[in-house]
Structure formats: C-alpha cells, structure tokens
Antibody, heavy 123, light 108 residues
Framework: EVQLVESGGGLVQPGRSLRLSCTAS????????MSWFRQAPGKGLEWVGF??????????EYAASVKGRFSISRDDSKSITYLEMNSLKTEDTAVFFC??????????????WGQGTLVTVSS | EIVLTQSPGTLSLSPGERATLSCRAS???????LAWYQQKPGQAPRLLIYGASSRATGIPDRFSGSGSGTDFTLTISTLEPEDFAVYYC?????????FGQGTRLEIK
C-alpha cells in the first residue's frame, strides 16, 4: 500500500525557515517524481513544485511564487523528499501536501497524496 | 500561465441525480494532461480522472471525464451521498501546473 507521511509543519515567524519531510512507502521511490502542493485556509489548491526521478535528471521545478525561496530535494536511499522553505511570508500559511506523480516526470497527475501538514507563518 | 475556470461555483443536487461539472482553459490543452480531483473537508484530494477521460484506480464507473482543447467535463451519472464534495480540475500540460478554483457539489 502506498503511503506518504508529511512532517515538519508548525508555527514559524515571517522571514524564518522551515523544512518539511515526506516519507514514502509501498512503492519504488526512485522511479517516481515527487510533488508538493499547498492549500491556504479555505482556498483552492496550488502547485508548489516537484522533483523528477534521478534516472530522468532528478531536477526540480517550482512555481513562480516560491522560486528562489523554496527548494525540493530527495533522498532515494531513505524514500524521503524534502521541501526547504526560506524567507517565509504570512501568505505561505497553508496545508502542504506531498504527492507521488504517476510517472518519472513531475508534469503528471498525482495518484497518491499525503494527509498534509499545516504551516502557519505568523509573528 | 493556463487559467482554468470551473463552473458552476456551487452545484446543488439530490442523490440519484446527474452532475455535470465544467472546466474551461484559457488556452488549448493536450487532453493527456487534464485531471480531476475530489476533496472532502479535512482530507487530501483524491485523483478521479487523468488524461481527461481515464478513471484512476478504484474510482467507480459513475465518474466519467470528457472533453478536448479548452473545454472539459466531469460527469457523475448517479449521485451517491459520498459524492458531495469539492471538485478540482488540473492541467499539467505546461508550467506552471494549475488548478481550477473548484466546484462545490452540495446536497439540495
């Protein structure tokens, strides 16, 4: 059974940093791109970024709203993907979801989602 | 950026009725790159349809997707009580990946 478990969310002050982790199980982690999405309270879904599988370059791509502030990485030996968030703003407050793409490429639908972790940016 | 506009914003129907949800794109999308998700309160989204018309694993056949170019449709043939939720379309044809604003399907 595919499982994705996010961790690392919490309350953080504006301008500070936070790292989210997503631990995967139930599939061959290295074969798939991993994506991050977020959902501000009461709002819709927003793509944050993804990282391709290593055989296809392992390269990340980001939404314009987070590019230069957020960084996605992966450790295939541990089946974990990370979302490093720097220079956080109040508008980054959201539930962050980790997902598994349907293929090696992040430009794909997300077959599996974690339960989400809440990040609150506030002073 | 491809903007997806979903209509209606809210759809009020009764169990047993047919639901038709629309997603219109600001520019043409390869239908291989259009998906639909269902989200219930407090839960993560669930993939229903990918490639505009292919049902994801475990999705009942009362859910169907259609469309091409700029106009796509999600149809629920006979509503069950568990189908009342928010539905999002998503395009992953070009960067940035974008979602529609959602259609809330509520019990009439």
């Amino acid at each position: 059974e595919v499982q994705l478990v996010e961790s690392g969310g919490g309350l953080v002050q504006p301008g500070r940093s936070l790292r989210l982790s997503c631990t995967a199980s139930g599939f061959t982690f290295g074969d798939y791109a991993m994506s991050w999405f977020r959902q501000a309270p009461g709002k819709g879904l927003e793509w944050v970024g993804f990282i391709r599988s290593k055989p296809y370059g392992g390269t990340p791509e980001y939404a314009a709203s987070v590019k230069g502030r957020f960084s996605i990485s992966r450790d295939d030996s541990k089946s974990i993907t990370y979302l490093e968030m720097n220079s956080l703003k109040t508008e980054d407050t959201a539930v962050f979801f980790c997902t598994r793409a349907s293929s090696y490429n992040g430009y794909d639908s997300s077959s599996y989602w974690g339960q989400g972790t809440l990040v609150t940016v506030s002073s | 950026e491809i903007v997806l506009t979903q209509s209606p914003g809210t759809l009020s129907l009764s169990p047993g009725e047919r639901a038709t949800l629309s997603c219109r794109a600001s520019q043409s999308i390869n239908s291989r790159y259009l998906a639909w998700y269902q989200q219930k309160p407090g839960q993560a989204p669930r993939l229903l349809i990918y490639g505009a018309s292919s049902r994801a694993t475990g999705i009942p056949d009362r859910f169907s997707g259609s469309g091409s170019g700029t106009d796509f449709t999600l149809t629920i043939s006979t509503l069950e009580p568990e189908d009342f939720a928010v539905y999002y379309c998503q395009q992953y044809n070009t960067s940035p990946i974008t979602f529609g604003q959602g259609t809330r399907l509520e019990i009439k």
